[in-house]
């Protein structure tokens, strides 16, 4: 049922986003009078699954949902339409516009991504407003992965900053240290401040989704399972579990590794429950688990509510700081040492960071970073795409002269290589990673 809920997402997403996109297009061909033939969501070689024509344009829908297209009369596309090509040039073909309006047509499916991004971002500000746990109000510390600990810091520091600049928000640790090259982190530990250095060799295990921290929380009991050890000896919801046989255990982290050696044993377990302390015996099964929900609700989280104004301007600063962030990326997928070309994914991976129930808050904003992805990428000078397009438009711009129709196709083809090349290689890589 999951899988069919992520795959749900993904489809009703990129339906969305092809739609504004070729839209875009669609929109500045329709304002400058140039003919439109096709108008398709998905791509349909062969046939399609429904069609209809209104006016001089067809639209449908195709069987591929691998993207979508508007075919524009007189113009060099992925359809490679040759003999259109060879024909006079008439007034409402794209090759008849000028140079300024060919360019916005073809920039208008990545305006028109940009700014459905900033209208979701902020109607999503709007309607759920903005909750994070900022990085000061970790007030127990950090539980550190082995990629932290390798690095020197330890379960309960506190984290300041990242070369000496303070982050607001704990989710913005990592992102921190990939994006910026962070090179040091200061922190307190045991009230002393302290630094360490970030080495170069935790950078690809980050880039695989290592958490490296998490908040540290106190252990208190929010609720049983049907077959709970801890509730069959007393334990109530509210208890602070603060020990395990001998061993102080004042956070979750502490409790969650000593307990492993305790399978199908008999030990005791104290509590703190309000101002007693409890001591109960309790046979461990064979899981490990006392079949007890810790309560994680113990951090003060910062809450901004935005008003219709406010959401505009704050929904254009989070489209900005997501495009920034991507295209920071780009330098990890080049660097070789970094290995991030082995998290390139394809479908599979989009359709994995989509949850794996509904939730319309996640679905938003996933389709606003997707939308920001989508017109970066398509905006990159490789032929086929617009940026390619636009690059030869630019290149008519300064030289005052159209690069030749024969040189157009050749372009196409090369760059149609390139993207099929690149999409069976992050397909590739989805199939490798379910493999391992």
Not at 185 to 208: D, H, Y
Not at 338 to 355: M, Q, R
């Amino acid at each position: 049922m999951e899988i069919l809920i992520k795959i749900s997402q993904l489809l009703l997403s990129l339906s969305i986003l092809v739609i504004v996109h070729e839209f875009g297009h669609f929109f500045f061909a329709k304002l400058f009078k140039t003919r439109v033939e096709k108008f398709y969501l998905f791509f349909d070689p062969w046939f399609s699954l429904f069609k209809f024509k209104k006016g001089d344009t067809e639209y449908g829908i195709g069987w591929i949902p691998l993207g979508g297209y508007v075919k524009i009369a007189g113009m060099i596309d992925e359809s490679m339409d040759k003999e259109q090509m060879k024909q006079p040039a008439k007034p409402d073909e794209f090759r008849s516009k000028t140079t300024g309006q060919r360019l916005l047509i073809m920039v208008g499916g990545v305006l028109f991504n940009l700014i459905l991004a900033v209208l979701i971002y902020a109607s999503v500000l709007k309607v759920w407003g903005e909750e994070y746990l900022p990085v000061e109000n970790m007030k127990y510390g950090v539980v550190c992965d082995s990629t932290a600990l390798e690095i020197g810091l330890q379960n309960g520091d506190k984290i300041l900053s990242i070369d000496h600049q303070k982050i607001e928000k704990t989710r913005g640790i990592t992102a921190y240290i990939l994006l910026n090259d962070g090179k040091t982190i200061q922190f307190e530990r045991n009230g002393e401040k302290k630094e360490v250095q970030i080495s170069k060799n935790i950078i690809p295990k980050l880039i695989k989704g290592k958490a490296f921290v998490s908040p540290r929380f106190p252990f208190y009991i929010s609720d049983f399972n049907k077959k709970s050890a801890a509730k069959q000896v007393g334990l109530r919801k509210g208890d602070r579990i603060i020990g395990l046989d001998t061993v102080k255990t004042e956070f979750f982290d502490q409790f969650s590794k000593v307990i492993k050696n305790y399978k199908n044993k008999t030990t005791t377990v104290t509590v703190k429950r309000e101002n007693d302390t409890l001591t109960f015996i309790v046979s461990i099964p064979e899981s490990g688990l006392l079949g007890v929900a810790a309560d994680i609700d113990v951090f003060e989280l910062k809450r901004i509510e935005y008003g219709f104004v406010e959401a505009f301007p704050a929904g254009i600063k989070k489209s900005v700081e997501i495009g920034q962030n991507y295209l920071k990326q780009f330098k990890l997928i080049f660097n070789r040492e970094t290995k991030a070309y082995e998290s390139v994914g394809g479908f599979i991976a989009i359709g994995n960071i989509f949850p794996g129930q509904w939730n319309w808050q996640s679905f938003w904003n996933l389709t606003g970073f997707l939308s920001i992805m989508l017109a970066i990428l398509n905006i990159l000078p490789i032929p086929a795409l617009d940026g390619g397009h636009v690059m030869f438009l630019l290149y008519e711009v300064v030289t005052r002269r159209k690069p030749s129709d024969k040189f157009m196709e050749y372009a196409q083809m090369v760059g149609l290589i390139l993207l099929l090349a690149l999409l069976i290689f992050a397909n590739g890589n989805d199939i490798v990673k379910l493999f391992k």
